[in-house]
Structure formats: C-alpha cells, structure tokens
C-alpha cells in the first residue's frame, strides 16, 4: 500500500524560512510532487522531485531522499501570501498518473 | 486564457435529485481526472480518462458516472444525491499519464440539503 504524512499545521513568521516535511511509503517509487492550495481554491503544481536531492525553484525549493522516503518543502523569505495548505503526493506504482495525496501542511503566516 | 474550467462553482441541491458538472480544458492534454476533497480537506481521485478511454475508476459508488465526449471534456454525472456527496469536486488535466503535472480547475462546491 502507499501512505504518507505531513504536519497538519505549521506557523512561521513573515520573512522567515520554514520546511515542511512529508514522509512516504509506497511499494514502487515514481517521484513525489508538492502542491500549493489556497483556501478555497485550485491546487496547482509547485514541484516534481524523482532523484535525490535538492531542486531550486525561486524562493520555493523541494529535497528528496529516496532512501529514507522523505521529502520537504523549504520556502524562505515568507510572505503573507503563501498562507495556504500544502499538499505532498506520490503517484500510485501501478501507474496512470494517479496521484495519492497527504492530507495537506496549513501555513499560516504571521506578521 | 489557457486552463481547466469547471462549471458550476457552486452547485446547492437536496437529497435524491440527479446533477451534472462539466469540465473542458484548453491546455492541449490527453488525459483528464475528477477528484474529491471532502471536509476534511483530503484530495481523492475518482476517475480519470485518457484519449477518452477510462483508466482510472476508483471504488466509487455508481451513482457517480463520468463522461468524456472527447478528450478536452470530461463531465461527472451524480444520480440519486445523498448527504455525504457534499465536498468539492476537482476537475484536473495532465499531458500523458506518466508522472506528469496536473493542472486543476478551481472546483465545484456542492452543498446537498
């Protein structure tokens, strides 16, 4: 089967970096993706990570173990807009692009 | 503008009536999904098409029957609503069905009384 964890909630400050980890178990691993949902909202994609390590995306950047079935989300430099949930998901081993998503980090940031 | 579009935003009906949600995308891809995101915020796939061929059919009950006239619509036909119907739908796209990106449209909130 597959599962995965998040943190169900996360406060940080404006300006600040935070990470946000998800843990996973799956029987076949075919990459890990991170979503951004504002409330009431669209998810839309922030990243694609299938080989270990750290990829850099502007302020957003996303870490993959492999090994250790561990990803994180690091955003730096906060601002009041990434307030939002952020979801971690994994496509299923028997293929087709399914997705199976964590229950989603909420973000709040502060002043 | 290049997106997934769903209609209707909001959907508020009683129990036991029979509605329809549609969903087109212009972004040029082959494979097309619906998704539920209940109460609590989780995201669950229902179906997903590609080339208008289903591919996906998870354990949802069949009330709920997808319709992909061609590959830039797919519509969820919901029968006989009961209660527990009520979350957010999510219509998505993704070019391919191998460990691509999905685009989402902004949802449909429906509410049953």
């Known amino acids: 089967g597959q599962n995965i964890d998040q943190p169900t909630e996360m406060t940080a400050t404006e300006g600040a970096i935070v990470q946000i980890n998800c843990t996973y178990q799956?029987?076949?691993?075919?990459?890990l993706f991170w979503y951004q949902q504002h409330a009431g909202e669209a998810p839309t994609f922030l990243s694609y990570n299938v080989l270990d390590g750290l990829e850099e995306k502007g302020r957003f950047s996303s870490f993959l173990s492999r090994s250790k079935g561990y990803s994180y989300l690091l955003l730096k430099e906060l601002q009041m807009k990434d307030s939002a949930s952020y979801l971690c998901a994994v496509p299923y081993s028997g293929g087709y692009n399914k997705l199976i998503f964590g229950a989603g980090t909420r973000l709040a940031v502060h002043p | 503008d290049t997106a997934v579009s769903q209609t209707p935003k909001y959907l508020v009906t009683q129990m036991g009536n029979d509605k329809s949600i549609k969903c087109e995308q212009n972004?040029?891809?082959?494979?097309m999904y619906w998704y539920k995101q209940d109460s609590k915020k989780f995201l669950k796939i229902m179906f997903s098409y590609n080339n208008k061929e289903l591919i996906i059919n998870e354990t949802v009950p069949n009330r709920f029957s997808p319709k992909s006239p061609d590959k830039a619509h797919l519509n969820l036909h919901i029968n006989s609503l009961e209660l527990g119907d009520s979350a957010v739908y999510f219509c998505a796209s993704s070019q391919g069905t191998v460990n691509q990106p999905q685009h989402f449209g902004d949802g449909t909130r429906l509410s049953i009384l």
């Open positions: 799956t029987s076949g691993f075919n990459g």
């Open positions: 972004l040029g891809h082959d494979t």
